[in-house]
């Protein structure tokens, strides 16, 4: 509420406070890692070069904080076809271990989840789960993330080349292999942690608008109290925001 009263100090606004919604897709509310858009297979036909680097349409950006986003993400699986349920997934789980282990060297973090995002770590990931309906994989396997953290210099083209060497860096086991399965996306740290910067956001655009009608005006705001939401904006960039309304009135 600190945002909500700050904010209409600044603008000189009447603000109403609107009825709590459910977060983005998700019950964290935008705590804890964030899958910012879904996980979208890679298109087998497309060419080589064009599986995973793919122009972004920017949307408007109104009352929005845009920055770049913490993690460059793309899902990977790693599949055995060796005869035998049991062999094969001894397999997968050797494989995955040695990608846990030199995960760190390689400059990447391995992690899973589909929105919600979770390390994947030497104590977890025998908890992994089989997948046994894929149609494009014959034999046992399981999906995990790669990140890359987006630091500067970073763009998406380099930090897909990262993820290539790391998954080539990875030594098979018996018949697994580690391969590419969604094309790239982005990942960001606790949204809500960007609610005060994108109230102000607000508060300085009312703040105009309220402006341009004359002092016998105010902005009344709604929507400030409900949970941050996100989505891209670029290859490497995410826009934060929340879903205010705002509406001009008399102030008397």
């Given at each position: 509420?600190?945002?909500?009263?700050?904010?209409?100090?600044?603008?000189?606004l009447?603000v109403a406070?609107?009825?709590?919604?459910m977060?983005?897709?998700?019950d964290?509310?935008g705590?804890?890692e964030?899958?910012?858009?879904?996980?979208?297979?890679l298109?087998?036909?497309?060419?080589?070069d064009n599986k995973t680097?793919?122009?972004i349409p920017v949307?408007?950006?109104?009352q929005?904080l845009r920055?770049?986003?913490?993690?460059?993400?793309?899902?990977?699986v790693?599949?055995?076809?060796t005869?035998?349920?049991?062999p094969a997934?001894a397999?997968?789980?050797a494989?995955?271990r040695?990608?846990i282990?030199l995960?760190?060297?390689?400059?990447?973090?391995?992690a899973?989840?589909?929105l919600?995002?979770?390390?994947l770590?030497a104590?977890?990931?025998?908890?992994?789960?089989f997948?046994?309906d894929?149609d494009?994989f014959?034999g046992?396997?399981v999906?995990?993330?790669?990140?890359v953290p987006?630091a500067?210099?970073?763009?998406?083209?380099?930090?897909?080349a990262?993820i290539?060497r790391?998954?080539?860096?990875?030594?098979?086991?018996?018949?697994?292999?580690?391969?590419?399965y969604?094309?790239?996306t982005?990942?960001?740290v606790n949204?809500e942690q960007?609610?005060g910067a994108?109230?102000d956001?607000v508060?300085?655009d009312?703040?105009a608008t309220?402006?341009r009608f004359?002092?016998?005006?105010?902005v009344?705001?709604t929507?400030?109290?409900?949970?941050v939401?996100?989505k891209?904006?670029g290859?490497?960039?995410?826009?934060?925001?929340l879903?205010s309304?705002?509406?001009?009135?008399p102030?008397n």
């Amino acid at each position: 509420m600190w945002g909500i009263v700050r904010g209409a100090i600044l603008a000189g606004l009447l603000v109403a406070v609107a009825t709590p919604a459910m977060a983005q897709e998700d019950d964290g509310g935008g705590a804890g890692e964030i899958i910012v858009t879904g996980l979208r297979r890679l298109n087998p036909d497309d060419d080589d070069d064009n599986k995973t680097v793919k122009p972004i349409p920017v949307p408007a950006a109104v009352q929005t904080l845009r920055r770049t986003a913490d993690f460059a993400v793309q899902q990977v699986v790693i599949v055995s076809d060796t005869v035998g349920e049991e062999p094969a997934r001894a397999e997968v789980l050797a494989m995955t271990r040695k990608a846990i282990d030199l995960s760190a060297g390689a400059g990447t973090l391995l992690a899973t989840g589909e929105l919600v995002v979770e390390p994947l770590t030497a104590g977890n990931y025998k908890e992994l789960v089989f997948i046994d309906d894929d149609d494009e994989f014959d034999g046992e396997l399981v999906k995990f993330l790669v990140k890359v953290p987006l630091a500067p210099g970073i763009d998406a083209k380099a930090a897909l080349a990262k993820i290539e060497r790391f998954m080539k860096s990875v030594p098979a086991v018996g018949r697994a292999e580690i391969k590419p399965y969604s094309e790239l996306t982005l990942s960001v740290v606790n949204p809500e942690q960007y609610r005060g910067a994108i109230i102000d956001l607000v508060a300085k655009d009312t703040a105009a608008t309220s402006a341009r009608f004359g002092a016998g005006y105010g902005v009344e705001v709604t929507g400030l109290d409900r949970p941050v939401q996100w989505k891209r904006a670029g290859l490497t960039e995410v826009q934060l925001f929340l879903p205010s309304a705002a509406t001009v009135q008399p102030r008397n």
